[in-house]
């Protein structure tokens, strides 16, 4: 009943938004600060509670109510349009969650002893317009999965060049195994990996020349970029299944995990539906091999990011802090490493998960870029998405460069 | 006289004390969002923003000339009717033959309402598993070029998929419903028109047609508006693919609103379409009661 939900929530937006409410309700008679803290990640639902409970028991004086539901964006996007955003949130940070920074709907942070518990790197990225709103705490950058075991049984190891990748994936092949699973039928998949791989492999600066198409001072005809993009993606699904446009995230990683095909490209969020999928299952995580000889970039952006809402009053504020600095304390970090193993960017997280070993060691020596639906405009790689998937049914990459074109434009002015 | 109008002022008074707590729930929640929506669409407005542009009819005249928006409105249309058609035939076949004596009737009665309880999103797991490999496996086995490729991987055959699964989950309740309805037909009517040498056929289209033509507009309003509104099967079979063939208005509307964050634009289709559902539903409902059979 999702779509009377939707109803329900856009009169309630509708509703809220006129009547108004806030959260600034100080301490409960008893002393007791009451704070909510609300997570966008519904599957880190079991860790999140465990640490507030540990937390309220060695806190008397706060105590912390997890919010955490299926749809959580949707429900606290909601929450923000209702003006009853809560007191402690785990954020995102993509282009709308800089929106409500820059609205300040949260706490300036930059000059606040907790950004001192993440590494300047990090800090650094999360910076909107010079400030810190969030503190960030993991990265998630993407790049090729592939089955150890299967590899070293068959000699194979991973090549540095784009064009050593497609000799591989043809001696796969010939072998009789298929290279790829790809999971385009989830359009969410394709632009993840489509960003990622225009900005990190094809030009890093590619930002810029969205721009200069937006502005109208270019075109994606007459830039290479978007073009090699669509020849890339076009060439790599030709070693993926016959019917990739059918097959989903879920269906890709079961092949991949079950050993009917030997690579799949995702980010570092996979590796938790991977371990769940299979226990025993040996992979590891490599960069994106170089395209024409250019730098390899990690094209990533902040993931788990927590802020502190600016309607809270200050003794709740306060106890968020607190809250948020037990969060990046090495004994709760310890605990939230179990369930998210993407790189994690805490100055007190024993990160040794041994599958993006070589992944964090690129993103420790910086060679790492933002990803571009975070510099976009809101709502833009949705919309692109769908014409590079539209890519897939009919291969027209002209077509495809008209319709990037289309969008940049309309999204930039 | 006097006693008479009393009693009808307090029964008068006894009606309203009923209707006035459902009236006031309606009023807030439905009347005044409306309103407040209607408010809210006339502004280019992100949802959250403190500041927001009162553009007047601008973000109607957008959604008007918006691709998306109107390809998504042809989608619904073509999905409704389709949904429609398979779900008040296949309903009304399935009462008529639930409603004979069949053996094992009470077993088939549980059966075909298995997929009723089934949550959409569970069915939409199955159906992918079955559409991906299940079907595929089937179309290698017996050289079927055409079943060798999931349905929903087609932009032109989607739109079947989805609506087999809508049909599947979807034909429970109406056929409740027609079931229901075909029990208050009067036995000796039937009799009667046998005794007049009508056929089975003159019997089911004179007799039985008629009878069931209330239920029919019920049907009708109800499935239109799951077509209308279709979203949490697209979601789960689709989501809106492949290149958007199957994006529904409704997921428009989510996603310009919340994703895109056009979020007095998204009001403003929202309205649109209600507009044109009230409408829709009205006109069929007028047309149905003309040709009930109280006439």
Redesign the interface.
Known sequence: ???FS??LM??????M??FGSGSSESASSDGVVEIEFFSLKPEAVDCYQELVDEFNAANPDINVTLTSTADA??VF?TR??TNTVPECCYVFFNA?YE??FR?G?FIDLTDDPLLDLVQPSIAEMAEVDGRNYSIPVTLSPSGIYYNKDMFAEHGWTMPDTYEGLIALCQEMEAAGIQPFAFS?????TIGQQAERLINGNINVDVISKFEAVGAGETSWTKEPEMRELAEMLLELREYGP???????HE?AIADFVNGKVAMIISGTWAATTINQANVTFDYEMLPFPSYDGRPVYLSTCPDTCYAISASASPEKQEASRRFLEFLLSSEALGKWLQTDLSPNMAVEADYNVECFSVINDMLSEGAMVMLPSVLQP??FR??WQ?AV??L??DHDIDAFLAKSDELTVDYYN | MLGKSVKNREKYITYALYIIPGFVLYLCLFVTPLILGIYYSTFDWNGFSKKRDFIGLGNYIDALTDDRFTSAILFNLRYSILLIISIIVISMVLALLLNKDLKARGFIRSVYFFPAVVSMLTASLIFNEIYFRAIPAVGDLLGIAALQKSVLSSPSTAIYGILFVHVWQGVAIPTVLFLAGLQTIPGEILESSLIDGASKWQQFWKITIPYLLPVVSVVLVLVLRDGLMVFDYIVGLTDGGPGGATTSIVMLVYRQGFEEMKFSFAIAEALMISVVLIAVSAFQMIVINRKSIED
Request: aromatic share 4%; charged share 20%; proline share 0%.
């Open positions: 009943m999702k779509r939707i109803v856009m009169l309630a937006c509708v509703a938004a006129a964006q949707t996007l923000v349009a709308t929106e409500f609205e709907l385009d039928k989830d359009a969410h016959a019917d990739n446009l059918g097959m989903s269906q809101a709502g949705v919309d769908v998937q539209q897939f049914i």
